[in-house]
């Protein structure tokens, strides 16, 4: 029997005007028929990504699926935000609240197989600088992680960006073997930053060169294209977010980028189901 998880993206719940919208979507999520939801990503804050995880497992009570996204560690430092993160995931009843980044591989059945990891803006993708900048290197509500290096130098900046990036990158090669090596020969592959800039639009435009270095993940492209490249067995799907429009681009007949819409303070939008 097919199988399908429902996708969202980008719903940023703290944006959500009231508790009646917040109400609405919870509703509307309950209610749905899918067998699990993906996450791909900014989810709401740090100071709310505990409480916003509790609601959505509490109301769902199926699997959940997620990474994190930049917002997410909106005002705190990323090893904080973690361990906020990982200890709901330990409240909840297991298999509820699934944060790809700490779980590794999961086998949806035989040959199915479900990876992910935040991924980063690497500041390598368009022109490079500082002539597009973003909230989160700036105090007060920045990521301090990012606060400090930029306080430092964009220099410094930039190398925690690369820094990040190639975390990812690493985390999914690891991730792809592994699920090879348990029968997978389909994985799904959650992450936040789009890792292509032709998958990387904003209201139906490419992001510009100004902005790419921060709304494409090079690194994890590059990355991915390897993998592709030496294991034509494999069918990799990438399900992303961050940049907030919906594109598909596919650089390889075994891999295929998928991002998703959505809207700052709208109910956030169910993408195309994922079957398996």
Not at 46 to 67: A, D, V
Not at 164 to 177: E, Q, T, W
Not at 227 to 241: K, S, T
Request: hydrophobic share 40%; proline share 5%; charged share 25%.
């Amino acid at each position: 029997m097919t199988k399908h998880f429902d996708w969202i993206t980008d719903p940023h719940l703290d944006h959500l005007k009231g508790e009646t919208m917040l109400l609405n979507f919870v509703k509307k999520l309950a209610a749905r028929k899918s067998d699990g939801l993906v996450i791909t990503g900014d989810i709401a804050e740090s100071k709310t990504i505990y409480q916003f995880l509790e609601i959505l497992s509490g109301c769902y009570r199926r699997p959940i699926y997620f990474i994190l996204g930049n917002h997410d560690h909106y005002g705190a430092w990323m090893a904080d935000t973690h361990a906020r993160v990982r200890s709901i995931c330990n409240a909840v009843p297991p298999g509820i609240l699934n944060w790809m980044t700490d779980v590794g591989v999961l086998m949806l059945d035989d040959r199915t197989a479900i990876i992910g990891h935040e991924g980063w803006y690497d500041g390598q993708a368009g022109e490079p600088g500082l002539s597009f900048s973003l909230s989160e290197f700036y105090m007060p509500n920045g990521i301090l992680d990012l606060v400090h290096a930029f306080d430092q130098s964009s220099h410094a900046l930039f190398d925690k960006l690369q820094e990040l990036g190639a975390a990812s990158a690493d985390h999914i090669r690891k991730m792809v073997v592994q699920a090879r090596d348990q029968g997978a020969r389909r994985i799904l592959i959650i992450t936040h930053v789009p890792p292509f800039r032709e998958a990387s639009y904003f209201r139906g435009k490419p992001s510009e060169a100004k902005a790419a270095p921060f709304y494409v993940n090079q690194v994890l492209g590059e990355a991915l294209l390897e993998l592709a490249d030496e294991h034509r067995q494999l069918n990799l799907e990438v399900y992303a977010g961050h940049t907030h429009g919906k594109r598909e681009y596919q650089p390889r007949e075994n891999l295929v980028v998928r991002v998703g819409s959505a809207r700052y303070g709208r109910l956030p939008t169910f993408q195309e189901p994922i079957r398996f």
